[in-house]
C-alpha cells in the first residue's frame, strides 16, 4: 500500500473505477459519470496537488479524497470533504489517515477566507452508510442537515398553471449573468448555500448532466424572476429502472415568492421530461427548507425516497 500522494489528471479513470466499485458494493443509488470526475480539470476553485489525494494498492487505486470549496466573501464560508475507500481496503486506517488530511487542507482553506465569516467543513453521505457518518462523528463533525430526495412518476401531470403577468420560456444562454444573479438572490442562504462568482456559475453550468433544452425561465415584464435548471443523469437507469428528468435548482427571487411561479416551473418541467420520454421527475431539497419549498413539492405530486445527512464542523476563530 502506497503512502498518500496528490491525484494527477491520468489518475480520473482509476479514480472513476474506484468511485463505481464503492457505488456498487455501498448499494448507492447512483451512477457517477466519468464526466463529472472530468470536471476536476476545469474547476476554476481546484488544485490537484493541493487539494486531492489519492492511495495506490497494487495497479488500482484502494481511496481517494479531496476538498472541494466555493470562494465566498458573505454570509459565509464552507470546504466540502469527498472521498471513499475501496471496500476490499476498509478497516485498515486509510479513510482515517485521508480525513484527517483532509481536516487540515480544509482548515488551511478557512484561514485565507475573510475571517469576518463563519467558516465550517462539511461532508455528506446517504443516511444508510453507517461507516462513513460514523468516520465523521469520531472526527467531531455534527449532523446539520437533512438533504431529501423526491421522486414523482410521469404519467399524469396537471396543466401548467399561468400566473399573472409571468411568462414561461425556455432556458437562454445569452442571459446567464441575470440568471447567475437570480440564483445568487434567490438561492444564497438555503441550506448554507454562499453566493457563486462568474467563474463558479460559468463551472456550474458545464457539469455532467445539464440539459439546458430541458430548462426554464420565467419572466415578468421582461426580466427572469425565476427558473428552473433540469439535467438528466442516463447512468443511473440502471440501478434505478427509471428514466429520470432532474430538477437540480428551482430559484425564485425572494420577492417572486408565492405567486405560483414554482409550481409553474415544475409542472412544466414535468412535461418537458415525459416530452423527453422520461418516467418520473426527482429532486433534492432541504428537509427543513425555510422557504416552503417542501410543501410545494408535496402539493404537485412529489414524495421521498433517499435521505442525505450532512455533517459539520465549524472552525472557530482560535483555530485561524
Known sequence: MSQPRPARPDDLAAIHRLVRRVEIADRIPIVTPAEELDEWRTDPHFSFADDSRVVEAGDQLAAWGRVWHRPSDSLQ?????????????????????????????????LRAQPRDLRAFIRTQAYDFEDGAIALYERHGLVPVRYVDELVRPLDRIEPVPAPDGVELVPWDPARSEELRQVYNEGFSGEGGATPLDRDGWRHQQTVAGMRFDLSWMALRAGEVAAFSLNAHFPGDEEVTGRRDGWIRFLVTRRGERRRGLGSALLLASCHRFRQAGFTHAMLGVDSDNPSGAYRLYEQVGFRRLHRSIQHQLEMTRSQA
Open 77 to 109: 464560508v464552507r470546504v466540502f470533504l469527498l472521498g471513499a475507500v475501496d471496500p476490499a481496503h476498509r478497516r485498515r486506517g486509510l479513510g482515517g489517515a485521508l480525513f484527517g488530511w483532509q481536516l487540515a487542507r480544509a482548515r488551511e482553506v
